[in-house]
Each structure stands twice: as C-alpha cells, then as structure tokens.
C-alpha cells in the first residue's frame, strides 16, 4: 500500500511540476514487448515458462524550452503509461497489468531522423497469481498479487515525419515486493520493445533564443530517511524447503552522502548507510521445540539489528526525478545477516528544488532481496 501511495504522490509532483509551466508537446506511444521469462528461479525453470508478451500505452510530455527543465535538459521527456503481460504457461503467475511513471531522454543524435535514447518505468503491477498452500501450491516465485515494477530500455527513435515517430529498442523488466510478502524470488523479463508515439500539434523550437543557465560543478550533501515492512524466510536443510516466520518486521534507515556534481547530469559520491532490521539474525535466536509453522524467537539484541556500511553512489540527475545506484559493505555489524555486501536502487522524485521523496530498494549479493527504502530526503548545496 505504501508503494501505490508513493507512486501517487509522484504523478501528482509530476503534474504539479507541468502546471507551473507550460506543458510543451503531447504524446501518446503504442508499443509491443515480446518478451523473454529469464529463469532465475527453480519456479520459472520447472514450469516450462519462457516467453511473455506486452502492450503499453503511454502518455508524455516535455517542458517549454522558456522554462527551466526545458532550458537545461531539452528533448527530456516524462509521463504515465498503462501495460498488460501474458505469459506463456504461467497461469500459475498471472497476468500483470503495469501502472507506472517513465522518463525518456536523448543520448545521442545519430543524424537529423534518428536518436538514440534511454528510457526508465517504474511503478506497481496488479492480477498477479500469488502463492497459495492450497489454491497455488507451485508459484515459488511471486507472493502477492501487487508487485513493484522497475523496467530500463535503450532503443532508437526515428521521426517518419512531424507528428509520428517510430520507436524500437531492447529492455529489461523486474518485478517483485521487497520482501513485504513472501515467497519473493521475483519475476525478471528481457525482451526488444517496438512501437510508435504520436505527438499532437508538435510546436516549433526556438533554439536559436534559448540559452542554458550556468552550470558550476560542485558539492552537495544527500541526508535520506527511510522506513519498510518485511518478512522473512528460512531454508530448512532437513525439510529442503522454506519455512516463514510469522508477521511483519520493521526496518528504519539514514544515508548521509557527500555527492560531487560533475555537470548537470551526473553527480557521485560516497554515501554512510546506518539500517536498523527488526528481522536481522532472528534464526539465530528461534525457540527450540516450537513447531515450523509457529516459529517463535528471542528477540536479537541491538547489535545484531543494526549495522552501518559505506557505499559508493552515481546518479542521474534528470527533470524532477534522480536515478541513484550504490554498492556497498557493512563495517560495523554483527552476523550474518548483517555482515553483507549490499546494492541499492533509488528513484528520488523532488517535491521541490532540493526536498526529494525516496523510493528505493536494497538486495544482497545482487540477487537476494532484502528491503523496500520508502522515504524522504533533502540535498544540502546541491549544484541543479
């Protein structure tokens, strides 16, 4: 639930963001995703799943060249878009229909017709077929029917002509809940996207009149606090299966990051990560003689549950919304749950200049999930 309210919250900073200067150049995209099911889990490799098929339809805009986004990042484009999946042999995992926010930007112009660009969705995705011990014994992968949908394109744009342009490209897509429900091994696709985008009454640039303000390289000071709820699970070497303690585990977390600015672009830095995981090395403290389907356990002491690490953080800075990848190392921990080597993904979308809310999740050795980081921020200095 508070994934949807986040992602709310960020469609209505976007529209907030369009209003408080002139929407420039509306599009609606049509695309087509054959799709590729990556078997990363002994679920999707058992049930014969391998392709998938989608279809989105997407609304976008970019800013006037007057304003500042449009000054300082032209041809930058952000919006909503609506998919829906079928999967090949998997209606065991269901049907996903994707509502997610996306932003679009060129990386090159390859001549006067065709661009070369990046593309990012993030969002929620509904209809899944979740585990169920009676009604879906065999989806080992997903756990709820509402998941978080993150999917990154690279693709080639070509302008047929002054309203249409032809898109194609190559993507990939994530989807899982960050623990929030279990099982969560997730669901990974990889495919090529194909389409076209229709841009209604395109206006004219006048680009010759535009001048970019400024830009002075600097430092700034990323200060985030986030909260999540999570489950957790236990591989039985006896049973050879999983066992799952019962209810939700709260987790709370601070970054402190001195990030440098290099151009408008692109900021990097290294961040200090403190997280407190009510979870943390719990099996280390069960109960003996309580049955697996109502494990109890001793609550850890502090210095299990809390751990802090170094991270070293890149981000992409765009119109409203940052992209920030860390990978990172606790120091100061104790256990095995703790003493990890931890990535993070976060989309920070500012609710004003330099005041960001977090939306953000944590793996484990790039494959194992560990939390949700749902948030808010503010960037001290920040070069912009």
Known sequence: MSLRI???ISWLIISSAASASDIYNNSITAEMRPQWVIPTNKFIKQSNINTALGADIKYSFSFSPQSFYGKNYPETRQGIGLGYTSISNGKNLGEPFNIYLFQNAPIAKLSSRLTLLYEWNFGISLNWNPYNPEKNPDNGAIGSKTNAYINLALMLRYKLNRNVDLIAGIDGSHYSNGNTTIPNAGANFAGIKMGFSYTFDPAIKATE???????EPGIG?????????RRRAFFSSSSHDYLYARGLFGVLGFNFAP???FNRYFRAG????????????ILSHRVEGTPDDNMKFYRPPLK????AGLSLRAELVMPIFSINIGIGRNII???KDTDIFYQTLTLKTYLWRNGYLNIGYQLNAFHEP????LGMGYSFGMKR
């Open 6 to 8: 986040s992602i709310l």
């Open 370 to 373: 560990n939390n949700l980081m």
């Open 270 to 281: 290294v961040s200090l990560d403190t997280q407190y995981d009510e979870s943390a090395n």
């Open 209 to 215: 009149s535009i001048i970019r303000d400024k830009f």
């Open 259 to 261: 990030m440098y600015g």
């Open 333 to 335: 921990c104790k256990g």
């Open 304 to 307: 299990e549950q809390l751990a």
């Open 221 to 229: 000071y990323d200060l985030t606090l986030y909260c999540a709820a």
